[in-house]
């Protein structure tokens, strides 16, 4: 079987693979025209979603994708085909997710950013930090990754709720509600966590109304999508001291452009994409599992619907 590789590290997953599927033959680049070359001979995909769209422009099209982000917005493009099977990377985020948002959340609670500030002005700061025990924490988006992150935090105390496309019982969250129930819950919430995919439904959901019926001590983590967040609402919270603080890691432009508000936003910290870069290892043991599926007919892991965008 021959498989292309649409990747920037393909040379890496092209040796990944080797060591792991040896009969596999494997060809691979970043550079589109290459990859075009290759495309008519190659039934399987494995790529970033960006690049790999490009290339579907190009007119070639696989039986099946394995994206190798979680997001595959690029592939669901209306101008696009979607006649052959898309799986998005799953299962292999949950723990440096977890971590990071563990980390912000103890960074806040231990008020780091404050007693650095002290620090450079030569000023004792020995307020006593808070815990995260009793803390109300809400996170909206509870697939895979919302579900890591939920056992993740079980033990240090904090009582989680959850927003998913509908309500169910899933623990350890002690409420799973839908979408429109997203502002009673965030008005009860000490910590506001988004890790919701870019869909029609999830856009433009955190506006000046929703930051307005928060807590002033609320942080809001933003590790999905940046469309989801009305970016000059965020910032007029914050300068208005409806929110304590936001840690951003997504925004609607990537890189963000010199000038944005977001820039110079009080208590705003921006982390730059990097709150879950793909581990190409768990993606290649992640794709090794979905190629068995897919040779075998069965259901492969994060098969995309669509119709739904996830």
């Keep these: 079987m021959r498989v292309l590789i649409g990747e920037s590290e393909h040379a890496l997953y092209a040796d990944l ?11 691979g680049s970043a550079d589109v025209d290459e990859l075009a070359h290759y495309a008519p001979s190659c039934s399987v995909w494995l790529g970033q979603p960006d690049l790999l769209a490009t290339l579907m ?3 070639a099209c696989p ?5 190798t982000w979680a997001g595959v917005t690029p592939l669901l493009a209306q101008d696009l085909p979607t006649t052959y099977a898309l799986t ?3 299962g292999i985020f949950g723990q440096v997710m977890a971590e990071y948002v563990l980390c912000h959340l103890l ?20 307020r006593a930090p808070r815990s ?9 988006g509870c697939g895979d990754i919302g579900l890591a992150v939920a056992q993740f935090l079980a033990p240090f105390g904090v009582e989680l709720h959850g927003i998913a496309s509908s309500p169910r019982q899933l623990p350890p969250f002690a409420e799973v509600a839908g979408l429109d129930a997203l502002p009673r819950l965030a ?17 433009d959901i955190y506006d000046a109304a929703l930051f307005a019926a928060c807590q002033p001590h609320l942080l809001f983590i933003n590790a999905g999508r940046g469309v989801a967040v009305v970016d000059q609402a965020l910032v007029s919270a914050l300068q208005h001291g409806q929110l304590a603080g936001a840690v951003i890691d997504v925004c609607r432009e990537e890189p963000l452009p ?15 994409h990097s709150s879950a870069p793909t581990d190409p290892r768990l993606l290649v043991q992640l794709f090794i599992d979905n190629l068995t599926r897919w040779q075998g007919a069965a259901q492969l892991r994060g098969q995309v619907d669509f119709t739904r965008g996830y």
């Design 17 to 27: 693979l080797r060591q792991q599927a040896p009969k596999l033959e494997l060809v």
């Design 88 to 90: 998005r990377a799953v």
């Design 107 to 126: 960074a806040h609670e231990r008020q780091v950013f404050a007693r650095l500030a002290a620090q450079v002005e030569q000023r004792w700061d020995s």
């Design 57 to 59: 422009r190009r007119g």
């Design 187 to 203: 008005a009860e919430a000490d910590y506001l966590i988004n890790l919701l995919p870019d869909t029609p439904a999830t856009r």
């Design 63 to 67: 039986q099946w994708v394995q994206s």
């Design 258 to 272: 010199g000038g944005h508000p977001f820039w110079a936003a009080p208590h705003l910290l921006l982390t730059g």
């Design 132 to 140: 995260l025990a009793g803390r109300t924490v809400l996170i909206v």
